[in-house]
């Protein structure tokens, strides 16, 4: 009996479920896009092209790892991508040449090479052990001082065999002799060395990226890699397959990594979200449709088929709703994609991975989630009883169950624990507590919501109960104080979409703007140089300006990267590692000093943002563990704290102690800063002159490049706030229709007794507001306490709430909520009220 009336229910009334349909079908859609990254990020590979003739590849690992006991004997390993390429000792290629399999063990290093054309205008190549290329198609291998060409870098530089060619990488620069040409390779231009000028010239001597493995003549690839492992042994990984493209595009671990954490950690998100709005969404239509279960309940159902009936409803619309939502998902995971490849987050070399697992996984949630709604749904109208049950359905109870009300508070209060635990910690600390707060305070509500919706609308319509706004204010009070379980359906969704977007946009918008006064107080040079094209500036272009009349100090800045441990996981951290004199680092970078002094900067020393010393427990004087880029472990000494890093750089490193970790060892800007009374425009015009590859600019060079650096996570943030606030969004237009096309017999009875077609329309109009007024300022209640502890322990300052988003979001809002309740009030108002007051029976 009960699935017949369920399929009964769905196929002569599909009117009643169009609002459950939607909400699961756009929750499946959101799910079904994460899935999608999540999935790619797994199975994410690349193939090798350089690599490719060589079956067996030998590289460091690309992630750092960190083992943590999370409890009684469960040990948990945590991975962190590298923020440099790792490397491996060049003398491990000698161990694996003696394996009795191996034809060759080649190391290969590409690194940056800068070439000056006669017009000088550089041009930029890659550079690498000519033992690693192609065949020739002109001339011989290079010798000392010689270079091999592309035919493509040649045409481009108008050289040939024999000519001299003038090359800048990290080892230095020199004129090449040009010895022969190479096959065009399909990564680029190239520049082929003889091994040990490429050892050299690469900035980190007795390193490679990769050992090249070729097996002699009868050696299968299985062999050859069990061979070279017993070489290796845990010094390296051995590479063989699709995994060697890991080896050849290093991206490809932070790309996996961020695809991971992107779908994983929004993924959740996303899915307790969809939970939350279809649950609300079908305890909603359950509740309209109390009168026709109160009636089964008459005629003799009993509870469990009244449960059984409604939960077989959900689950008919949950499958077809997750197929059909799929393709919606499949559109937002590729858009999500293709934008992250142009932002540079994911490497181009990875395709999105399409299968049916995020679809499964979608269809799974969404026939669970309305399971679970329909059961919690179904336990109101399933404890009707049968004699009384048409006059309880009539009259909706205006008490909530201890239950609930408990389960509420407890919400709310874990939530304000939460943000004031958060007040008194780190920045890292406080910012993973940001969703959990917001999700604390949505169940609150959600649970609470006929209270709060009460007092919230009481506080409100105040001015309406007066008479003062005419009949249509008196008729809006009279009805949200009455149908405060209606008006909580309502606002839920509003409260979501504020939370949320609030929380997001707000936080980046506070840590950007924190980002670009540190930058703005903190950058004092008087001119910067930034490299106009190609990797960087060399390491000597610091010199070539500190040597001009006119300058007082240059400061070559080198940007990285560290990884540090915090809370039992694994970080990552802007680093800068500058060159010449420190302590005449305040001339071009006042970083604002609180304790010791930057002139102690020092071989294995390091100064540190006060706020990121005091999330890593250390002070002035301590030994800090780190990570560098390339997973280096060391434990330089804290010989400064500064206020300004947040934007610049929390972690201060000499250059020296870097420049042999970091992927290309080439400068980011150097700042110069002039001698008193030099002039200005002669000082820029001499930069040029003398570093003609530079772009010359004042300290806003600076800023701009340092606001770069923040695109994708203010991107990213902005792209999560859209679609939770969008959904959320959705969610309440739906919810709105919903609730005013069920007050067609009240709207029916109005008309009626006399009420006019404005004055209903007026009454909706303020309602609209009310419930807008309402879940405006919970919303923003919910954000601001989200955000106060959070901004404070990133940036060290109050939230930055621009007005130029506030504003539009709050007026939003509102237009949402007026215009969803405003149409289904017109098609209302279109039925005569005759036939509007006897309603459906």
Not at 66 to 90: H, W
Not at 193 to 199: I, L, M, R, S, V
Not at 443 to 457: D, H, N, S
Not at 591 to 615: H, M, W, Y
Request: hydrophobic content about 50%; charged content about 15%.
């Amino acid at each position: 009996m009960s699935n017949g009336l369920a399929r009964a229910a769905v196929r002569f009334r599909p009117a009643s479920f169009v609002g459950s349909f939607v909400a699961l079908l756009l929750g499946a859609a959101v799910l079904a896009g994460c899935g999608a990254l999540l999935q790619t990020g797994i199975l994410a590979k690349a193939d090798p092209v350089r690599y490719a003739h060589a079956p067996v590849v030998v590289a460091a690992d690309p992630y750092t790892s960190l083992t943590v006991n999370r409890g009684s004997e469960n040990e948990q390993t945590i991975y962190a991508p590298l923020p440099e390429r790792g490397r491996v000792d060049t003398a491990l290629a000698v161990r694996i040449a003696a394996r009795p399999g191996v034809a060759s063990a080649v190391p290969d290093a590409s690194f940056p090479v800068q070439q000056q054309a006669a017009k000088q205008q550089s041009r930029s190549l890659t550079g690498g052990n000519i033992a690693a290329a192609g065949s020739l198609v002109a001339g011989r291998a290079p010798a000392a001082r010689e270079v091999v060409l592309d035919r493509q870098a040649a045409g481009q530089a108008g050289v040939k065999t024999g000519d001299r060619i003038r090359l800048t990488a990290p080892g230095g620069t020199g004129t090449y002799t040009v010895s022969g040409l190479a096959a065009p390779s399909p990564l680029g231009t190239q520049a082929w060395f003889a091994a040990p000028t490429a050892d050299r010239l690469s900035g980190h001597p007795g390193k490679a990226d990769a050992i090249l493995v070729t097996p002699k003549p009868g050696t299968a690839a299985d062999a050859l890699a069990a061979q070279v492992e017993q070489a290796v042994g845990d010094k390296a990984q051995v590479l063989t397959g699709a995994d060697r493209g890991g080896a050849e595009f290093p991206a490809l671990a932070a790309g996996k990594t961020y695809l991971l954490g992107l779908g994983g950690s929004f993924g959740g998100i996303a899915a307790m979200t969809a939970v939350f709005v279809v649950m609300g969404t079908l305890a909603l239509a359950t509740n309209q449709r109390a009168r026709e279960f109160a009636l089964l309940r008459a005629i003799g159902a009993t509870p469990k088929q009244i449960r059984r009936t409604i939960a077989t409803e959900a689950m008919l619309l949950a499958p077809a709703a997750g197929l059909l939502g799929a393709i919606p998902g499949y559109a937002l995971a590729r858009w999500w994609f293709d934008e992250l490849v142009e932002r540079g987050a994911v490497p181009p070399q990875i395709s999105l991975e399409t299968g049916v697992l995020p679809v499964v996984a979608a269809v799974l949630i969404s026939v669970l989630s309305a399971l679970g709604a329909g059961r919690l749904a179904a336990r109101k109208p399933s404890k009707l009883r049968p004699g009384l049950a048409l006059g309880e359905a009539a009259v909706p109870s205006a008490t909530l169950g201890k239950v609930r009300v408990g389960f509420g508070i407890g919400f709310c209060a874990g939530g304000a624990a939460m943000a004031a635990v958060a007040s008194q910690l780190g920045g890292d600390a406080a910012a993973v507590t940001a969703l959990g707060v917001v999700m604390c305070f949505l169940v609150g509500v959600a649970l609470l919501g006929p209270i709060i919706a009460q007092l919230g609308t009481g506080f409100l319509s105040f001015p309406l109960k007066s008479g003062a706004l005419g009949a249509s204010g008196s008729l809006s009070a009279d009805n949200t104080r009455a149908n405060a379980r209606r008006l909580a359906s309502a606002i839920t969704p509003i409260v979501m979409v504020i939370a949320f977007c609030g929380t997001l946009v707000f936080m980046q918008s506070s840590i950007r703007e924190a980002s670009a006064r540190n930058v703005s107080e903190a950058v004092v040079a008087d001119r910067v140089l930034t490299a106009g094209s190609g990797a960087g500036l060399p390491a000597e272009t610091a010199g070539y300006a500190a040597a001009l009349p006119g300058v007082e100090s240059a400061t070559g800045i080198l940007r990285t990267g560290v990884v540090y441990e915090s809370m039992q996981n694994l970080a990552t951290a802007p680093a800068l590692g500058v060159s010449g004199n420190p302590a005449a680092l305040p001339k071009v970078l006042d970083l604002g000093l609180t304790s010791g002094s930057f002139g102690a900067l020092a071989k294995n020393t390091v100064a540190l943002d006060a706020r990121f010393a005091e999330n890593l427990g250390v002070r002035t004087g301590d030994r800090v563990p780190l990570r560098l880029g390339d997973g280096t472990k060391v434990t330089p000494k804290v010989v400064a704290t500064y206020d300004r890093g947040l934007g610049v750089g929390l972690v201060l490193f000499p250059r020296a102690d870097v420049v042999a970790h970091v992927t290309a060892p080439y400068d980011t800007q150097v700042l110069v800063a002039a001698k008193a009374g030099a002039e200005q425009g002669a000082l820029a015009k001499d930069l040029q002159r003398f570093v003609p590859s530079a772009a010359v600019s004042d300290a806003a060079g600076y800023g701009v490049q340092a606001d770069l650096a923040q695109e994708l996570g203010a991107w990213a943030n902005t792209v999560m706030a859209a679609v939770l606030g969008g959904f959320a969004a959705v969610a309440a237009v739906n919810t709105l229709v919903m609730t005013v096309l069920e007050r067609r017999r009240e709207v029916g009875l109005l008309r009626l007794s006399g009420t006019t077609r404005r004055q209903v329309r007026g009454m909706m109009r303020w309602e609209a507001l009310l419930v807008a007024g309402t879940g405006l300022i919970l919303g923003s209640a919910i954000a601001g306490i989200t955000l106060l502890p959070i901004a404070r322990g990133v940036t060290g300052s109050g939230p930055h709430i621009p007005m130029a988003v506030a504003v539009p979001l709050a007026v939003g809002t509102v237009l949402l909520t007026v215009v969803a309740t405003a149409f289904p009030t017109r098609a209302l108002l279109r039925v005569r009220p005759l036939e509007a007051g006897a309603g459906r029976q």
